[in-house]
């Protein structure tokens, strides 16, 4: 993951860059082609290292703000959702969402909220509710 060297090098290749740019301005007669052609070289390389360098904060830049999006759902999600009776439910109703109860375990363990479903007859002596993804029976 890029950190603040990765912006540093690209900054650093801009200002290689802006001399080399420089250079060109002060060329004179006596300059001969190879030179000039060199003077070219090293100003591509030195854009193109700038260029690297911008995607990676770039790329870094994304991935941050989207772990930021994830936490401040996260949080959220943690002051909606109360625990009563051994399961998880939402605090208040949110249209078109349901309200709970939710797998206490698969919460706790990945924060992820469960629906619990209504155990099958047959197996209504294990628990009130099954969840569909842990398999735990409960109350």
Known sequence: MPDIGSIAVGLSSIKTALDITKDFRNI?????????KSKLIDLMDAL??????????????????EQIKTLKKKL?????????????YRAEAVEGKPDGPFCSNCYSDNEKLILLEPTPGGLKRLGKYLCPK????TN
Request: hydrophobic share 30%.
């Open 134 to 137: 842990c398999n735990r029976p």
């Open 28 to 36: 004179d007669n006596s300059f001969k082609n190879a030179e000039m």
């Open 76 to 88: 959220t999600q943690k002051d909606e959702i109360i625990f009563r009776d051994g399961h998880y």
């Open 48 to 65: 193109s290292d700038a260029k690297l360098a911008l995607y990676d904060v770039r790329d870094e830049n994304l991935e941050l703000r």
